[in-house]
């Protein structure tokens, strides 16, 4: 009895073959996995029915965790902790708190980002990645299609996957 997942991998050697391959498998109702390429292709995250990134809301979330940290810090320290009167000014000049403020912005930002992205991406040091193939990384464009999701059997998905032009069709296990 076979132990893990099950995905069925198609090789395409062109990406004008994958994104149509893409199309006609989208159209009979399989459900991919995943597509890896060598390079990047523009608007195959459209084609394969990405949703838009949130990334951006997740950069401004912690960024305003940086500015609100960074402005509290410096008037509780200013003001309330330590308070210096320094040339007859005010304890808490807010103009002298932008620098500060903004760089406290940018840093929570960026590590909050790469947190996020290493979280949702699921890069762990202890993890080990699914290869689908190797080849994936020099010159051919791979389509996984994990068997369990879809409803078709290993056969009817390979013969689409033939027909859509791929030049292989392996079989991947992963435990």
């Not at 597509?35 to 990405?50: A, K, M, N, S």
């Not at 193939?133 to 068997?147: E, G, N, P, W, Y």
């Amino acid at each position: 009895m076979e132990t893990g997942k099950n995905y069925l991998v198609g090789i395409y050697e062109d990406e004008n073959t994958l994104v149509n391959a893409i199309k006609q498998v989208r159209q009979s109702g399989i459900k991919i996995h995943e597509v890896f390429t060598p390079y990047p292709i523009h608007g195959l995250e459209d084609v394969l029915g990405y949703r838009r990134s949130r990334l951006p809301i997740a950069a401004f979330l912690f960024g305003l965790t940086g500015t609100t940290l960074a402005l509290t810090m410096m008037f509780y320290m200013m003001g309330i902790d330590w308070p210096m009167n320094i040339g007859g000014k005010n304890y808490t000049p807010l103009p002298t708190f932008i620098p500060v403020t903004f760089e406290m912005t940018v840093l929570l930002s960026a590590f909050g980002m790469v947190g996020t992205f290493f979280v949702v991406s699921n890069l762990k040091p202890y993890g080990k990645p699914k290869i689908f193939d190797i080849r994936s990384t020099d010159d051919k464009h791979v389509m996984a299609i994990d068997l369990a999701n879809n409803y078709l059997s290993r056969e009817e998905i390979s013969s689409i996957l033939n027909q859509s032009g791929a030049s292989e069709v392996n079989t991947r296990n992963f435990d």
